[in-house]
């Protein structure tokens, strides 16, 4: 780690930070066990934890990446996401991947990932994307489908094939999907998401930057 770094952490400001954050969380994990069905804590705790895990990232933000690391974070989430409304879920599962992709995965943490024990996640986000791909909910399923795209499992691509024609908004899921989930897709998953972008086009001018955006993530460059 390089002497600046660990200069950092040392540090008073760090320490203050640490504290807000580390109070923050505790309250967040709290109110994620609410029961209460007539307020919204639940709802209010999933987004705090959502901005935190999309928060901009920087060493100040290591408490965080600590907790996400910290197997008790399954233990609180997996009851919360069986318990919770559509609503919360879809955040708390959009939570998941970017905690994984920015808190885990991340190039930054470079120096600490040679020493955590974050091999967890993998599985984790790949039961999970399991468990709520079938799920009545179209947001829902959507976030599934981008966990088991990100584990690498070829049924992610399939579940968009599935849903997106029902809602073209999540064309764009698919295109982010495809930039930064690893290629799990066959020469005839490939063609099958060139065709669902063409027609969701067709269907929808709108979504053509977004249609043509996967074609170049596909490597396929302009539509005829």
């Not at 965080?64 to 609503?87: C, G, K, M, S, T």
């Not at 039961?127 to 049924?155: F, H, I, K, M, Q």
């Not at 029902?166 to 897709?185: H, T, W």
Request: one cysteine or more; proline letters at 5%.
């Amino acid at each position: 780690m390089e002497p600046h770094i660990i200069s950092l952490l040392q540090s008073e400001k760090y320490a203050r930070r640490a504290a807000t954050l580390e109070a923050e969380i505790a309250r967040i994990t709290e109110d994620l066990g609410s029961t209460s069905d007539e307020n919204q804590n639940r709802l209010q705790a999933g987004r705090a934890l959502n901005r935190l895990a999309r928060a901009e990232l920087s060493w100040m933000l290591l408490p965080v990446r600590n907790h996400f690391l910290d197997p008790a974070f399954r233990d609180v989430l997996d009851p919360v996401l069986i318990a919770a409304d559509d609503r919360t879920r879809v955040i708390l599962l959009n939570t998941m991947r970017n905690a994984y992709e920015r808190h885990i995965v991340h190039p930054m943490w470079g120096d600490l990932r040679r020493e955590d024990h974050g091999n967890w996640w993998n599985e984790w986000l790949h039961s999970t994307g399991e468990t709520y791909v079938e799920n009545s909910d179209l947001p829902t399923r959507c976030e599934a489908a981008y966990l088991l795209a990100l584990t690498g499992d070829p049924r992610g691509w399939e579940t968009y094939l599935e849903i997106v024609p029902k809602r073209s908004a999540m064309l764009g899921q698919l295109e982010l999907a495809i930039l930064l989930c690893p290629d799990s897709r066959t020469p005839a998953l490939v063609d099958s998401i060139l065709a669902l972008a063409d027609e969701a086009e067709r269907r929808h001018p709108k979504q053509a930057v977004t249609a043509q955006g996967i074609r170049d993530a596909l490597g396929t460059g302009c539509s005829d």
